[in-house]
């Protein structure tokens, strides 16, 4: 079943081919499979369902494993699932309806990722009634996914242009610094990060920016001193961050001290 399920991706998320991997996805659930097979190979197709924009089939195979398996991460993981492609629908509404459910999820990945979502629509949607910018940024996003990346920064810069100091300025340099280090543009990520840090400082994304920039300093870029800077400001300034153990741990290594 492993090997189906990377096959098919590898059909969708690399050759751009989603047919025969939907049709090798509906063939293994014909097999004689428990809830969590079943549930794993519906995951799978529902993730290529929404790469080929079949975001109501999609919606239907992610709900059914969310009722099957209620209180088990893959019933959560396809609850995030449900909003996420309802983001990219547009149905900000039903969205934000599942997200509020997630934000206690027992899986804390899955519980930050709800909490970003979730106010990525809430703050999008107060300041602008027609939500213009947030299904530019959901189209944006849905490229992203699609693997579409230069597609994908070229819809975020109409947002950067167009929406200037708006809510959504900060989402989209963000996820645009992030596409930017997919395609090697390190100089272009940087200056997004920077500008999250410099005019967001007091916003929820800087210590992901914080975070992003110390990454590519120490892993990337191999500036230890830069990377350790940009963990210390997470540190010291933002200690209720997701991101607050794993910054301590690399700027200690960063320092040289013993790491159990």
Known sequence: LQLQIAYANFLTFKLDTPQPAIDILKNCLEMPLNARGKAYIKLALGDILVFDKKFNQALIYFSQIQKNLKNDVLGQNAR?????????KGDFDWALTQLKVLRSSTSQLIANDAMQLSLLISDNSLEDSTQTALKKYARADLLAYQNKTKESIVALDDILKNHKGEKIED??????GELLVGIKDYEAAIFNYQKIVEFYAADILADDAYFALGELYRNVLNEPEKAKEHYEKIIYNYQDSYYFPQART???MLRGDSIN
């Open 250 to 252: 690399n700027f200690r």
């Open 171 to 176: 989402e989209a340099l963000l996820k645009q």
């Open 80 to 88: 995030f699932k449900v909003a996420q492609t309802s983001f990219y």
